[in-house]
């Protein structure tokens, strides 16, 4: 079964607002998880890597301040985009920082109108 | 810093046929290796992996060996079937546990 679960599968939300996915480790505990996004028929672009207790580590070109990821429990990870906007419409994948395994969540499909 | 080139897609076999898709990397040190496949709909999911030279990465058919000296991770499948039709990403994983991901292969086959 899975070992990561992600909540949405999907939304839709009008510009403006903000959207909170949320990432958990179901069977295991998870001091890192990493963030992408996937636009269609494109490859998988870190995000930012989440670290329980601290601050998430962002890659270059990826605003802090619009995608605020917090990980205040061993097994939840949550990615929330603020002030949403249409060209922030993709899809979101989670994934646990093993180095041994990889886990992905199923993904969150966001859809901005 | 590390980077994937596959092949460019979209691949289009009939069934039983022979694939290839080729994968290539740059990374500092000796990173491990990854095919992915994302069945449609579906989240991705781990098909095989190499953890250093020459190790051969082998499921469901899939094999792909780990190519120090041409930086390469090809993967092959000697009799596709319509099951497999997907999208296929080579994938490396370098320091701390960070995944760098081609661009990904479609691959669709007919019956």
């Known amino acids: 079964g899975a070992v990561v679960s992600q909540h949405p599968s999907w939304v839709i939300c009008k510009s403006g607002t903000s959207v909170k996915i949320e990432c958990r480790s179901l069977d295991f505990q998870a001091t890192t998880m990493f963030w992408y996004r996937q636009f269609p028929k494109q490859s998988l672009m870190l995000m930012a890597t989440?670290?329980?207790?601290?601050?998430?580590?962002?890659e270059q070109g990826v605003e802090k301040d619009k995608f605020l990821i917090n990980h205040a429990s061993l097994t939840l990870s949550t990615l929330t985009v603020t002030s949403a906007h249409p060209e922030d419409s993709s899809f979101y994948i989670c994934r646990d920082g093993g180095t041994d395994t990889q886990y992905f969540g199923p993904g969150t499909r966001l859809t901005v109108l | 810093g590390d980077s994937v080139t596959q092949m460019e897609g979209p691949v289009t076999l009939s069934e039983e046929a022979f694939l290839t898709i080729n994968c290539t990397y740059t990374?500092?040190?000796?990173?491990?290796l990854f095919w992915y496949v994302q069945y449609p709909g579906e989240g991705l999911q781990l098909l095989l992996k190499?953890?250093?030279?020459?190790d051969k990465g082998s499921n469901k058919g899939f094999e792909a060996t780990y190519r120090k000296e041409t930086t390469s991770f090809h993967l092959e499948k000697g009799s596709v079937q319509v099951s497999d039709s997907a999208v296929y990403f080579c994938a490396l994983m370098g320091l701390i546990g960070k995944l760098t991901f081609g661009q990904g292969t479609i691959l669709t086959v007919h019956p």
């Open positions: 990374a500092t040190g000796y990173p491990s």
């Open positions: 190499a953890t250093k030279a020459d």
């Open positions: 989440s670290n329980e207790g601290s601050k998430a580590t962002y």
